[in-house]
């Protein structure tokens, strides 16, 4: 068997060695660590291998918590000490800022962290009745694979949610449609657990006593979704508490239904608000654009703070839970928002928005090509002085800080991680670009 040492991880969480100048990711390896592989798929320019033996193990190995590790792919870094995830991912970043965009930030921001088990309050659980063992699978994909895993726990997820996948289990098991069953939507707020049920046919008689008695025993809220997630429906109790989280240093409650994109680490969204805010320093006097701005999660903070906000987002139904969250939270005068595809923006449709005195950005992954295309350089008075951007892929964001730097003539101030999805291989990070000639004060 070959021997190899590792040198990093890749974006799966995997081990990098090298054997002839040919890359090799090694699942479950470590960096610095000298370990035995063994290849399963063998290119011209890498291979990918399993781990076979760690002859030298790194102090920062710790035994998973999970029993599913290694099978389930919701995880993938549950054998890494809990700090040494946070500064591989900062390298992650590092890496891609360096030798995708070409690009290097002034200063390290401290990293973002919060609990690191329990933690998951979002999530897409898929179904799957597996005839073999006569039963229904509810969970996530196994790695790299469109099977269920057979899980029965989960200790990333919310607690409350973790205990619901063995009753889970057998509620779908129960109904008549357990075959056209095919995912559940977990959402976890302040105030009630709820889940969606993706179902592909009408509920029968039976199947509704059955979801109802379900949902009375264990104290959850049940929504079912028959088509696209703007379908989603609550049906029991029809009475009761809302989906919210709030937002306690801005004063701030935001409800949500359970398939809208809100961030799953509460604890970590909190801090995220708090250091966004920090850096983008939005003043009274200020008009600020929040571009992918969702339910306004960072647009309402900000008019909290007396800036006047545009959020824009191509999602109709986040962008009127948005307008109905600023009506609520007393902010209907100072945050306004609209529909638009930032995928085609436009220097055009930029301009449209008005004045932007200060610029937010946090877009899926895909990045946010268009707009920091369509932007102003940094030398032209109608620029945005600051541009806060808010990244869920590094690659994404490092071509589009090298067009901010290399293009736009951004400086660029800062960069730090953010470990919103502990135990997996996602990297959020944040990132400050400045259109002023002197350093500001972060």
């Given amino acids: 068997m070959p021997i190899g040492v590792i040198e990093a991880l890749d974006a799966e969480a995997r081990g990098i060695a090298r054997e002839n100048g040919k890359a090799i990711f090694i699942d479950g390896a470590l960096p610095g660590e000298t370990v035995e592989y063994a290849s399963y798929r063998a290119k011209s320019r890498y291979e990918q291998a399993r781990l076979v033996r760690i002859i030298h193990p790194v102090a920062a190995r710790v035994t998973p918590r999970c029993p599913h590790f290694g099978v389930c792919g919701g995880c993938a870094m549950q054998h890494l000490e809990y700090a040494a995830q946070t500064a591989v991912k900062q390298r992650v970043l590092e890496d891609n800022l360096r030798h995708i965009g070409r690009v290097r930030a002034e200063m390290v921001l401290s990293p973002i962290q919060g609990p690191a088990w329990g933690y998951r309050r979002k999530a897409r659980l898929g179904v799957r009745r597996v005839r073999k063992k006569d039963g229904t699978?509810?969970?996530?994909?196994?790695?790299?694979?469109?099977?269920?895993?057979?899980?029965?726990?989960?200790?990333?997820?919310?607690?409350?949610a973790s205990a619901l996948l063995l009753p889970l289990r057998?509620?779908?098991d129960g109904l008549s449609i357990r075959e056209r069953l095919p995912q559940v939507e977990v959402a976890a707020g302040?105030?009630?657990?709820?889940?969606?049920?993706?179902?592909?046919?009408?509920?029968?008689?039976?199947?509704?006593?059955?979801?109802?008695?379900?949902?009375?025993?264990?104290?959850?809220?049940?929504?079912?979704?028959?088509?696209?997630?703007?379908?989603?429906?609550?049906?029991?109790?029809?009475?009761?508490?809302?989906?919210?989280?709030?937002?306690?240093?801005?004063?701030?409650?935001?409800?949500?239904?359970?398939?809208?994109f809100t961030q799953?680490?509460?604890?970590?969204?909190?801090?995220?608000?708090?250091?966004?805010?920090?850096?983008?320093?939005?003043?009274?006097?200020?008009?600020?654009?929040?571009?992918?701005?969702?339910?306004?999660?960072?647009?309402?903070?900000?008019?909290?703070?007396?800036?006047r906000v545009t959020g824009v987002?191509?999602?109709?139904?986040?962008?009127?839970?948005?307008?109905?969250?600023?009506?609520s939270n007393g902010l209907a005068g100072g945050a306004r928002f609209a529909v638009a595809n930032l995928f085609a923006a436009t220097p055009e449709s930029m301009r449209a928005l008005g004045r932007i005195d200060k610029c937010l950005i946090d877009p899926p992954r895909e990045g946010a090509l268009a707009v920091v295309k369509s932007l102003p350089s940094a030398r032209e008075e109608e620029a945005?002085?600051?541009i806060v951007y808010v990244s869920c892929n590094p690659a994404t964001l490092a071509r589009d800080a090298a067009i901010l730097v290399h293009q736009k003539a951004y400086r660029f101030l800062c960069a730090g991680v953010v470990n919103m999805f502990p135990h997996t291989a996602h990297t959020e990070s944040i990132a400050v670009f400045d259109a002023a000639l002197r350093r500001r004060a972060i």
């Avoid at 429906?233 to 240093?249: I, K």
């Avoid at 987002?313 to 009506?327: F, H, K, Q, S, T």
């Fill in 137 to 160: 699978l509810v969970g996530f994909h196994e790695k790299r694979s469109s099977y269920i895993a057979d899980i029965e726990t989960c200790p990333i997820l919310y607690p409350a």
């Fill in 170 to 172: 057998e509620l779908i």
């Fill in 384 to 386: 945005p002085a600051r």
């Fill in 190 to 260: 302040d105030q009630c657990l709820a889940l969606a049920l993706r179902i592909l046919e009408p509920l029968k008689t039976a199947d509704a006593s059955r979801l109802r008695a379900f949902a009375d025993a264990h104290r959850v809220t049940l929504y079912l979704q028959p088509g696209g997630p703007e379908s989603v429906r609550r049906f029991h109790p029809l009475p009761g508490p809302e989906l919210d989280y709030a937002l306690p240093e801005f004063d701030l409650r935001m409800s949500f239904q359970p398939t809208d």
């Fill in 313 to 327: 987002e191509g999602n109709a139904g986040l962008v009127e839970r948005a307008c109905a969250a600023a009506e």
């Fill in 264 to 307: 799953v680490n509460h604890d970590v969204n909190r801090v995220l608000v708090r250091r966004v805010l920090t850096l983008l320093e939005p003043r009274p006097s200020e008009a600020v654009a929040d571009l992918f701005c969702g339910l306004g999660n960072f647009s309402l903070p900000i008019a909290r703070r007396g800036a």
